[in-house]
């Protein structure tokens, strides 16, 4: 705060749908001048950029873009992310991803059966997992990945769309793009 006077700097609250959204999507933590900056998840960073693309694409946004003060929304979405807080070099900890895990196991409780989670890389794809008592070794992380869970939830992972998987083309847009397409047809679109 003392940085940056003007920014957010509190846990950051998710963002989107708040009535039972059909889609769920987990991100890591706060980035510095995104989220932690703006207060609203993948905001202000250029993860945000591919992410609202894809959402208006697919349906779920009537903008595709995010910035402060403008009037985004979401459609049966809501962005949350495992870890609240801004954490130092933008790698949380386990400490931090512990003490944030009740707050995403109410979010995903919430959720109506037949619901979609979206986890944005494997730190948020653990979480999901911690968050709902399961074992990691049962539901491998894969880019495109697809796991029915017990409480009949459904959850997808893809790559984070961060600059660095990005700019080095782990995560191409259509990478990106193939797993929305397949949440898609989960809700019959």
Known sequence: KEKYPSYFCKPVPSFGSTDKPFLLIVGLAPGMHGANNTGRPFTGDHAGILLYKTLYKYGFSNNPNSFQNDN??????????????????????TTEINNCNNFLKEEINDLKKGSVVLALGMIAHNAILKSQGLIKSNYKFTHGGRHLLPNE???YDSYHCSRYNTQTKRLTEAMFFDVFLMINKERGL
């Open 72 to 93: 985004l929304k979401l459609n049966r979405c809501r962005i949350t992310n495992a870890v609240k807080c801004l954490p130092p070099e933008n790698k949380p900890t």
């Open 153 to 155: 939830l459904i959850l």
